[in-house]
T-cell receptor, first 112, second 118 residues
Framework: QKEVEQDPGPLSVPEGAIVSLNCTYSNSAFQYFMWYRQYSRKGPELLMY????GNKEDGRFTAQVDKSSKYISLFIRDSQPSDSATYLCAMSHEYNFNKFYFGSGTKLNVKP | GAVVSQHPSRVICKSGTSVKIECRSLDFQATTMFWYRQFPKQSLMLMAT?????????EQGVEKDKFLINHASLTLSTLTVTSAHPEDSSFYICSAPQRSGNSYNEQFFGPGTRLTVL
């Protein structure tokens, strides 16, 4: 079983839709939860990070962590064609923060 | 944010040759850098942790003699794929952490190097 599971998609939505991206994980020791966006043939760029459980909002993006369910989500409101990319979740432990465990990524296509 | 560069961005080589990939932190120092590989439609898999001035730490299943890592300065780590074979073809990405305003260390990723071994 992979430590981090993520539906690879692809996910296709019309412009303006609300997008929900999710990851599940098995290791209860994860404390840092990140969402990265990766455009084709580029390195990932950080969108949001959350420490432990809770919600975090940044503009059109909201990250949620439910540690009891080992489930994290990223919501994108008013999605734009420029949001089309692969979204990767990543997690790490408190004691070895720099070692990231990535999901496989969900490919999102926002149609104009 | 901080910038991490990689060179080359793309390399095609014959089987049996060695290929060196550079990872540089352009505007900050990084005592630690990380090397990942990514196969198409798959996740990033951590290969090794590069430590400035000391030996790299490899993840289980990664051959240290195959993937040589040198972290000679606080801004440069190199990954050399020795005697490359077609199965080594992949997208190699490095990252370097930098402390942000709070206690969080943000990882900055390079743009990646696509290696194709013929």
């Amino acid at each position: 079983q992979k430590e981090v599971e993520q539906d690879p998609g692809p996910l296709s939505v019309p412009e303006g839709a609300i997008v929900s991206l999710n990851c599940t994980y098995s290791n209860s020791a994860f404390q840092y939860f990140m969402w990265y966006r990766q455009y084709s043939r580029k390195g990932p760029e950080l969108l949001m990070y959350t420490y432990s459980s809770g919600n975090k909002e940044d503009g059109r993006f909201t990250a949620q962590v439910d540690k009891s369910s080992k489930y994290i989500s990223l919501f994108i409101r008013d999605s734009q064609p420029s949001d089309s990319a692969t979204y990767l979740c990543a997690m790490s432990h408190e004691y070895n923060f720099n070692k990231f465990y990535f999901g496989s990524g969900t490919k999102l296509n926002v149609k104009p | 944010g901080a910038v991490v560069s990689q060179h080359p961005s793309r390399v095609i080589c014959k089987s049996g040759t060695s290929v060196k990939i550079e990872c540089r932190s352009l505007d900050f120092q990084a005592t630690t850098m990380f090397w990942y590989r990514q196969f198409p439609k798959q996740s990033l898999m951590l290969m090794a942790t590069s430590n400035e001035g000391s030996k790299a730490t490899y993840e289980q299943g990664v051959e240290k003699d195959k993937f040589l890592i040198n972290h000679a300065s606080l801004t440069l780590s190199t990954l050399t794929v020795t005697s490359a074979h077609p199965e080594d073809s992949s997208f190699y990405i490095c990252s370097a952490p930098q402390r942000s305003g709070n206690s969080y260390n943000e990882q900055f990723f390079g743009p990646g190097t696509r290696l194709t071994v013929l």
